[in-house]
Each structure stands twice: as structure tokens, then as C-alpha cells.
């Protein structure tokens, strides 16, 4: 998975707890992205970063923020979680060209009850 | 709205058929598309990937072929084996900042 682990891999949470998932690379790449994984929907970009402290929103961002304080680690927190955010959340690197190829990590899968 | 809507969800071929997924768009400002393969548990991988000045693209036994006026683009896969079996994905991006993803079609190949 292109030197990209996702922690945790599983994870079952309860309606309104706050919930953190992340994202480490070794690629030093300088972009990193955050998408979700839903049946029918394909893959959506939830948020982006193209470097330490520089993120924007994506196209499902609400409800989700995220952080990057260091290259190699991109955090996505849910503030209060919903059942609606059960999915599996997938981590992606790559670089600014738009033929530049995006690396998918492992994926976490969200449970929320 | 979805813009990049694939067909079809879901197809079975025997070993040695070329099964043909196929994705449309409608944003002409897109100027990437990439296919990714999914497996079970797994992340989706780049497969094989077209630029619009291109009409079609051979790697190995996967070839996409596009056709810009139609806004339409799709894979075929030569010889399928059963280890082709996956979940594909089509894509289409105008920055790599924002890649917009078909809903996936899910390949079986009977031995």
C-alpha cells in the first residue's frame, strides 16, 4: 500500500462520541487526501492537504475537520459522530499534477451505533 | 449528482471473456482519467490511466478506450482470469485536488 498505514483498521463507536482516524506515510508526498467509501457512491473526497498546515475541504466535508502538523501524519476527526458517517474512510497521497497517480492506503472501517 | 456515472454495477464473464466497463461524464474541464482495482479489504490501485488528447491506451491485457465528443470513456480487459475478479473504479479529475469517482463495478471471472 505504497508505504501508507491507516490506524485503526476498525474501529465501533457510538452516536456523538468524538472519533479520530489516522493516516501515516513514508512517501514523503505533499499531498494527502481523506475519502469515504459508501456502496452506490464510489469514492468521495472528504478533505485534502497539500502541506503541513494547509488542508481544504473536499466534496463531502461536513461534519469532518482535519489536521496536519507534520508531512508524514493527516489526521480526520469527526467531532460527534453520526450513523450516517459509518463507512470505510480511505487515505490517499499523491502530488499536484493531475496526472500524478494517488496512492490508496489500507482503509479504516466505522462503525457508528 | 454524480459526475462520472459507471455501468455496470455488476458483471460476470467466464475465464477468457473481455468484460467492458464503461463511464460517462459531463464536465469537459476533466483532464485525467484514471481506473483503479479494488480487492476485498484492500485499497483501490491504479490500473491504467487516459488523457483526453489520447483515443485509447494498451497496458498488458487492459485497454481503455475514449471518446472525447461523447464524453465517454471505458476498460476492457483481454483474457480475463479468474484473478481478475475485483472491483473497478473509474475517475475523472481537472487537478489532482479533486478526482470525482464512478460508484464501481463489481467483476466476476468464472474459472
Known amino acids: 500500500d505504497a508505504g501508507i498505514t491507516q490506524s485503526p483498521r476498525h474501529k465501533v463507536t457510538e452516536t456523538g462520541t468524538p472519533v479520530t482516524l489516522r493516516c501515516h506515510q513514508t512517501e514523503n508526498h505533499r499531498y494527502m487526501y481523506w475519502y469515504r467509501q459508501d456502496p452506490g457512491h464510489g469514492l468521495r473526497l472528504i478533505h485534502y492537504?497539500?502541506?503541513?498546515?494547509?488542508?481544504d475541504k473536499g466534496e463531502v466535508s461536513d461534519g469532518y475537520s482535519v489536521s496536519r502538523s507534520k508531512t508524514e501524519d493527516f489526521l480526520l476527526t469527526l467531532e460527534s459522530a453520526t450513523s450516517s458517517q459509518t463507512s470505510v474512510y480511505f487515505c490517499a497521497i499523491g502530488g499536484a499534477s493531475s496526472t500524478d497517480t494517488q496512492y490508496f492506503g489500507p482503509g479504516t472501517r466505522l462503525t457508528v451505533l | 449528482q454524480q459526475q462520472v456515472k459507471q455501468s455496470p454495477q455488476s458483471l460476470i464473464v467466464q475465464k477468457g471473456g473481455i468484460p467492458i466497463i464503461n463511464c460517462a461524464y459531463e464536465n469537459t474541464a476533466f483532464d485525467y482519467f484514471p481506473w483503479y482495482q479494488q480487492f476485498p479489504g484492500k485499497g483501490p490501485a491504479l490500473l491504467i490511466a487516459?488523457?483526453?488528447?489520447?483515443s485509447e491506451k494498451k497496458e498488458g491485457r487492459f485497454t481503455i478506450s475514449f471518446n472525447k465528443s461523447a464524453k465517454q470513456f471505458s476498460l476492457h480487459i483481454m483474457d480475463s482470469q479468474p484473478g481478475d475478479s475485483a472491483t473497478y473504479f473509474c475517475?475523472?479529475?481537472?487537478?489532482?485536488?479533486?478526482?470525482?469517482f464512478g460508484a464501481g463495478t463489481r467483476l466476476t471471472v468464472k474459472p
Open positions: 487516459i488523457r483526453p488528447d489520447v
Open positions: 475517475a475523472a479529475s481537472w487537478n489532482n485536488n479533486d478526482m470525482r
Open positions: 492537504s497539500y502541506g503541513v498546515k494547509d488542508t
